[in-house]
């Protein structure tokens, strides 16, 4: 299975546009990115997920580089309610390995 | 729409009894799989199910047992309740979608206590 490499804590001021991250170099042909959110005490949401397109949503935008080596999370406008840890994870097909994923506190 | 249902949301239990969460998904969804998350720390694979009938270990499965008699429902059983159980757990559904990776959804989490 592929290994993702995030930081572990950002800051983004609120209004302002959060771009996390996200190393995969391990990552295979076939396999997705897939971005997923967890908000205090609340169980993971799904954000987006990507190939080898950047995709957009209503929630976010993924870009993903030419070699897929890497990706970038953008919350466009971030707000209070976007602080949450964020986890990057090609799927293993019927659960997630989780890491640690990136800590994100938007500030007013 | 409920997408994936657990109970009981909070439980306290003595040391050495036994309990069951329960986890529904009405989407159909072939996969479902238990998770389990400490305070500060990421989530951690304990059971899973690729189908009715089908179960297999994840990271952590050492004091829990699963089954899955029907597609709808995955408990998680706790045989003797340690202190170290003591966290929060999360139950996970997804379609079967083969190497184009498969969105997953998740319950709101079940959170139990040992004493």
């Known amino acids: 299975d592929a290994k993702t490499t995030q930081p572990t804590s950002m800051d983004c001021a609120e209004g302002r546009a959060a771009n996390l991250p996200c190393n995969h170099s391990?990552?295979?042909?076939?396999?997705?990115v897939y971005w997923y959110r967890q908000i205090h005490s609340q169980g993971p949401q799904y954000i987006i997920h990507?190939?080898?397109n950047n995709e957009t949503n209503e929630m976010a935008s993924l870009i993903i580089t030419e070699d897929r080596k890497s990706s970038t999370l953008i919350l466009p406008h971030a707000t209070l309610r976007d602080t949450a840890v964020y986890y990057c994870?090609?799927?293993?097909?019927?659960?997630?390995?989780f890491g640690k994923g990136t800590s994100l506190l938007v500030t007013p | 729409n409920a997408g994936v249902t657990q109970t009981p949301k909070f439980q306290v239990l003595k040391t050495g009894q036994s309990m069951t969460l329960q986890c529904a998904q009405d989407?159909?969804?072939?996969?479902m799989s238990w998770y389990r998350q400490d305070p500060g720390m990421g989530l951690r694979l304990i059971h899973y199910?690729?189908?009715?009938?089908?179960?297999d270990q994840g990271e952590v499965p050492n004091g829990y047992n699963v089954s899955r008699s029907t597609t709808e429902d995955f408990p998680l059983r706790l045989l003797s309740a340690a202190p170290s159980q003591t966290s929060v757990y999360f139950c996970?559904?997804?379609?079967?979608?083969?190497?184009?990776?498969?969105?997953?959804?998740f319950g709101e989490g079940s959170w139990l206590t040992v004493v």
């Open positions: 199910s690729v189908g009715a009938g089908i179960t």
């Open positions: 994870i090609p799927p293993s097909g019927y659960a997630l390995n």
């Open positions: 996970a559904s997804s379609r079967k979608t083969g190497t184009a990776g498969n969105t997953i959804y």
């Open positions: 391990t990552i295979s042909g076939n396999e997705y």
């Open positions: 990507g190939l080898k």
């Open positions: 989407m159909n969804h072939e996969y």
